[in-house]
């Protein structure tokens, strides 16, 4: 039994039937006319004869068997054209968003399905030359301009395709579009490639846009220093977005967060900017306690407490903490004299008695003022080589939290007790070589982010541009992160880039502000594909954001998140698919099954011949039959010979597309 498609086709069953009529009449005619009629109908019968065969030839030769390459080129003036005539057409008047250009193509239709199976079964023709794949495929139909729409974008977008396919060319088609359409466009880059940052350079200059560039690896290329912290104020922010960069599994994860969190409150209290130099140099815990020390001053000063100071004095003397690192409580000591009422320069335990009893003689502001330095200075040169800070920090920070209980209790009006300041308190209780222990699985990554090249980059303490500016100027930002150089570098940068994409794209959701679309484009997603990439795709749509992904195949994504269900919860989000050629059997079919079905008939034919034993007899039988049976509209096997620049879409307004895109050229 042989079976073959039977694919039908509308076009030729028509012209078969007007041939089979002309062919009856003839024959009609041929008995019971005469010559003349006769001679007029053989006239008219050969006409509609070679009409059939020439129309029959010509749609097999040009949507079937044709296998000429319906790649093409288009200049960005070409490209512009082609957008304002389309969103002014008339059938486009009804869409209140722009329109974007998808490349030449057609609707792919159930008929265009059994001309598919068709060919399948006979064999595709393989392309000649250099390029891969079967040019077939596309020409089953006759190709127009294809378009979509901003709206329907806004669902996001996953491109799968095989290293060299297109992906990066369909980029530049899109990032241009997007930079006409005056988007603030992100393009996250990690294999860095130079066209096309090129293109998207000159789209935004030739419109007069501000362009900016990040790259971490030519550094030359970049055109400011870019804050990785972002817009973050919050310690807890920040602390949790440098501590995602940490294996997820890490058992001490929470510990670095409680360090990175302490740092970022030291640098507040003592006034200096926060970077990721900054926050490593300030993850110990003399940085702690010098923070926890400046704080309860300011404390004592904002309630007005004089016993307070006294007690810090008194504790400056007797851990001999030079007050020069401390200027407010010097110059407060300058103007009212010894608040400790210290009576001799040479006793620290008696300072601290009389601190704790709050009795002594009083003496001129300018004598005892003297005797305190005199008795620092003292002290300090007993013990040049020791650090004040040295020691057991435990037993010094719960004798300052016992001045700031006693703050508390002598001011019913003071304010509310604050969750900084403990928790500075608690992080300088630690053991030194615990805290060392806890805190040292972060001490990479921040080290990795602040190196001595990158850190005029990415530790700028003024001067730095965020996402924040980038959306607020509405200017293109492109960032090549050079995954083959650096792949570790590459997914901590992209991963920070996108949190600050995430947390900004909330606060532009929490406040309904309508700002401009943001166009967000990620290259070889699975490079960087974290859960801030997840809650853009998933939350994205309420602040105008639209995300267009670009990998190779779904095991990158389940290799990312650990399992085949992360995986496909993953690219459920994205309500626009779009496949060029694709090698992965399994890509293929989750990309296929997504797609409706359709029926395709088969014709089966059965020839069976019997010897009767009996008889001397041979009998034969044979038997045809048409099945239908169900099958994608478009098969796996046919992803596998798509051609460079080919593509098959699954787009939100519901059309599956059949197209090839074009080169954007310069002019």
Same mark, same amino acid.
């Given at each position: 039994?042989?079976?073959?498609?039977?694919?039908?086709?509308?076009?030729?069953?028509?012209?078969?039937?007007?041939?089979?009529?002309?062919?009856?009449?003839?024959?009609?005619?041929?008995?019971?006319?005469?010559?003349?009629?006769?001679?007029?109908?053989?006239? %008219?019968?050969?006409?509609?004869?070679?009409?059939?065969?020439? =129309?029959?030839?010509?749609?097999?030769?040009?949507?079937?068997?044709?296998?000429?390459?319906?790649?093409?080129?288009?200049?960005?003036?070409?490209?512009?054209?082609?957008?304002?005539?389309?969103? %002014?057409?008339?059938?486009?008047?009804?869409?209140?968003?722009?329109?974007?250009?998808?490349?030449?193509?057609?609707?792919?239709?159930?008929?265009?399905?059994?001309?598919?199976?068709?060919?399948?079964?006979?064999?595709?023709?393989?392309?000649? $030359?250099?390029?891969?794949?079967?040019?077939?495929?596309?020409? /089953? $139909?006759?190709?127009?301009?294809?378009?979509?729409?901003?709206?329907?974008?806004?669902?996001?977008?996953?491109?799968?395709?095989?290293? *060299?396919? $297109?992906?990066? !060319?369909?980029?530049?088609?899109?990032?241009?579009?997007?930079?006409?359409?005056?988007?603030?466009?992100?393009?996250?880059?990690?294999?860095?490639?130079?066209?096309?940052?090129?293109?998207?350079?000159?789209?935004?200059?030739?419109?007069?846009?501000?362009?900016?560039?990040?790259?971490?690896?030519?550094? #030359?290329?970049?055109?400011?220093?870019?804050?990785?912290?972002?817009?973050?104020?919050?310690?807890?922010?920040?602390?949790?977005?440098?501590?995602?960069?940490?294996?997820?599994?890490?058992?001490?994860?929470?510990?670095?967060?409680?360090?990175?969190?302490?740092?970022?409150? @030291?640098?507040?209290?003592?006034?200096?900017?926060?970077?990721?130099?900054?926050?490593?140099?300030?993850?110990?815990?003399?940085?702690?306690?010098?923070?926890?020390?400046? +704080? /309860?001053? @300011?404390?004592?000063?904002?309630?007005?407490?004089?016993?307070?100071?006294?007690?810090?004095?008194?504790?400056?003397?007797?851990? !001999?903490?030079?007050?020069?690192?401390?200027?407010?409580?010097?110059?407060?000591?300058?103007?009212?004299?010894?608040?400790?009422?210290?009576?001799?320069?040479?006793?620290?335990?008696?300072?601290?008695?009389?601190?704790?009893?709050?009795?002594?003689?009083?003496?001129?502001?300018?004598?005892?003022?003297?005797?305190?330095?005199?008795?620092?200075?003292?002290?300090?040169?007993?013990?040049?080589?020791?650090?004040? &800070?040295?020691?057991?920090?435990?037993?010094?920070?719960?004798?300052? &939290?016992?001045?700031?209980?006693?703050?508390?209790?002598?001011?019913?009006?003071?304010?509310?007790?604050?969750?900084?300041?403990?928790?500075?308190?608690?992080?300088?209780?630690?053991?030194?070589?615990? %805290?060392?222990?806890?805190?040292?699985?972060?001490?990479?990554?921040?080290?990795?982010?602040?190196?001595?090249?990158?850190?005029?980059?990415?530790?700028?303490?003024? *001067?730095?541009?965020?996402? +924040?500016?980038?959306?607020?100027?509405?200017?293109?930002?492109?960032?090549?992160?050079?995954?083959?150089?650096?792949?570790?570098?590459?997914?901590?940068?992209?991963?920070?880039? /996108?949190?600050?994409?995430?947390? =900004?794209?909330?606060?532009?959701?929490? !406040?309904?502000?309508?700002?401009?679309?943001?166009?967000?484009?990620?290259?070889?997603?699975?490079?960087?594909?974290?859960?801030?990439?997840?809650?853009?795709?998933?939350? $994205?749509?309420?602040? !105008?954001?639209?995300?267009?992904?670009?990998?190779?195949?779904?095991?990158?994504?389940?290799?990312?998140?650990?399992?085949?269900?992360?995986?496909?919860?993953?690219?459920?989000?994205?309500?626009?698919?779009?496949?060029?050629?694709?090698?992965?059997?399994?890509?293929?079919?989750?990309?296929?099954?997504?797609?409706?079905?359709?029926?395709?008939?088969?014709?089966?034919?059965?020839?069976?011949? +019997?010897?009767?034993?009996?008889?001397?007899?041979?009998?034969?039988?044979?038997? &045809?039959?048409?099945?239908?049976?169900?099958?994608?509209?478009?098969?796996?096997?046919?992803?596998?010979?798509?051609?460079?620049?080919?593509?098959?879409?699954?787009?939100?307004?519901?059309?599956?597309?059949?197209?090839?895109?074009?080169?954007?050229?310069? #002019?």
């Amino acid at each position: 039994m042989t079976q073959s498609n039977l694919a039908k086709s509308d076009p030729k069953n028509i012209y078969l039937m007007v041939m089979s009529f002309n062919i009856c009449w003839f024959i009609v005619n041929f008995f019971f006319s005469d010559l003349f009629f006769m001679f007029l109908n053989g006239i %008219f019968l050969c006409f509609t004869t070679i009409s059939c065969i020439v =129309f029959l030839g010509f749609e097999e030769f040009y949507f079937s068997f044709r296998n000429i390459s319906s790649f093409f080129e288009i200049s960005v003036k070409k490209l512009q054209k082609k957008l304002n005539n389309e969103r %002014f057409s008339f059938k486009n008047r009804k869409f209140s968003s722009d329109p974007v250009y998808l490349g030449a193509g057609y609707e792919f239709k159930p008929k265009h399905s059994r001309e598919l199976h068709s060919l399948l079964d006979l064999g595709l023709s393989g392309s000649n $030359g250099p390029n891969q794949g079967s040019f077939q495929i596309h020409n /089953l $139909g006759k190709s127009k301009d294809i378009y979509t729409h901003v709206k329907d974008l806004e669902g996001h977008t996953l491109i799968f395709g095989t290293p *060299g396919s $297109g992906k990066t !060319r369909f980029f530049d088609l899109l990032i241009s579009q997007a930079i006409y359409r005056n988007d603030v466009v992100v393009v996250i880059d990690p294999k860095g490639d130079t066209d096309l940052r090129e293109k998207a350079r000159r789209a935004a200059q030739s419109l007069g846009r501000r362009f900016e560039v990040l790259d971490t690896y030519t550094l #030359e290329n970049n055109t400011s220093a870019f804050n990785l912290l972002g817009s973050s104020f919050k310690p807890t922010e920040i602390a949790d977005r440098l501590t995602s960069l940490l294996d997820s599994k890490s058992d001490f994860s929470n510990y670095a967060s409680e360090a990175i969190c302490a740092a970022v409150i @030291s640098l507040n209290y003592m006034r200096k900017p926060v970077t990721i130099s900054s926050i490593k140099n300030a993850m110990t815990l003399k940085a702690y306690f010098q923070a926890f020390l400046t +704080r /309860l001053i @300011s404390y004592a000063f904002e309630n007005n407490s004089k016993e307070a100071l006294d007690k810090l004095i008194a504790f400056f003397l007797k851990s !001999r903490i030079p007050f020069s690192d401390f200027p407010k409580l010097e110059k407060y000591m300058a103007v009212t004299g010894n608040p400790a009422r210290t009576s001799d320069s040479d006793g620290s335990e008696n300072s601290e008695n009389s601190d704790e009893e709050g009795a002594s003689d009083e003496e001129s502001s300018g004598k005892t003022l003297k005797k305190v330095k005199k008795s620092t200075t003292r002290k300090a040169s007993s013990a040049s080589s020791s650090d004040p &800070y040295s020691g057991t920090l435990k037993t010094k920070a719960r004798s300052l &939290y016992q001045i700031y209980e006693f703050i508390r209790s002598q001011n019913r009006n003071s304010s509310p007790a604050e969750e900084e300041f403990e928790h500075l308190y608690s992080m300088c209780c630690k053991d030194e070589t615990y %805290f060392i222990k806890v805190s040292s699985s972060v001490n990479p990554i921040m080290s990795s982010l602040s190196m001595s090249s990158l850190s005029s980059y990415f530790s700028k303490e003024s *001067g730095a541009i965020s996402i +924040r500016d980038i959306y607020m100027s509405n200017a293109v930002f492109y960032v090549s992160l050079n995954a083959l150089k650096n792949s570790l570098l590459c997914a901590y940068v992209g991963k920070l880039i /996108l949190s600050d994409l995430c947390s =900004f794209c909330g606060d532009i959701y929490a !406040r309904n502000h309508l700002g401009p679309n943001i166009s967000i484009f990620v290259d070889e997603a699975a490079e960087v594909c974290n859960e801030y990439l997840v809650q853009l795709l998933n939350k $994205g749509r309420g602040a !105008r954001a639209s995300v267009t992904l670009a990998t190779q195949t779904l095991s990158d994504f389940k290799k990312k998140f650990g399992s085949e269900y992360a995986a496909t919860q993953f690219i459920g989000n994205c309500n626009n698919m779009i496949a060029l050629r694709i090698k992965d059997a399994d890509t293929a079919k989750a990309f296929t099954s997504t797609l409706p079905k359709t029926s395709v008939y088969r014709s089966s034919k059965a020839v069976a011949s +019997r010897y009767d034993v009996y008889t001397r007899g041979i009998s034969e039988s044979c038997n &045809y039959g048409v099945s239908a049976g169900e099958a994608p509209i478009f098969p796996d096997s046919a992803l596998m010979m798509l051609p460079n620049f080919e593509y098959v879409a699954k787009l939100n307004d519901g059309r599956f597309i059949k197209g090839v895109i074009p080169v954007v050229m310069a #002019e």
